[in-house]
């Protein structure tokens, strides 16, 4: 299973970004992690295989949708309103099963793409 982030970048506080992670073949429950430098990796969103249900951290919450396009294997993550306390590197996940906020047991992962916010 590969997954391709794309879509990071470089924007002023109180900007948008959307990011995409396109998957190969199976339907997975997705999700979006970060890590900025000299921190722990932190949850960010997760939308179910099936239902679609969404959940998110309070940090990002009312600011960042995450959506997913099943026939596109591809799941999206909007980012709004964005702090430069937003800056990491961000990570798609994919897994056969619920993704949790701590990221244990996911199966995949893909390689980050840099989102920048700049004050």
């Known amino acids: 299973v590969q997954l391709q982030a794309s879509g990071g970048g470089l924007v002023q506080a109180g900007g948008s970004l959307r990011l995409s992670c396109a998957t190969s073949g199976r339907s997975f429950s997705m999700g979006w992690f970060r890590q900025a430098p000299g921190k722990e990796r932190e949850f960010v969103a997760s939308?179910?295989?099936?239902?679609?249900?969404?959940s998110y951290p309070d940090s990002v919450k009312g600011r960042f949708t995450i959506s997913r396009d099943n026939d596109k294997n591809t799941v999206y993550l909007q980012l709004n309103s964005l702090k430069p306390e937003d800056t990491a590197v961000y990570y798609c996940?994919?897994?056969?099963?619920?993704?949790?906020?701590?990221?244990?047991?996911?199966?995949?992962w893909g390689k980050g793409t840099q989102v920048t916010v700049s004050s």
């Open positions: 996940a994919a897994s056969l099963r619920h993704i949790g906020s701590s990221g244990q047991g996911v199966e995949y």
């Open positions: 939308i179910t295989r099936s239902s679609g249900s969404t």
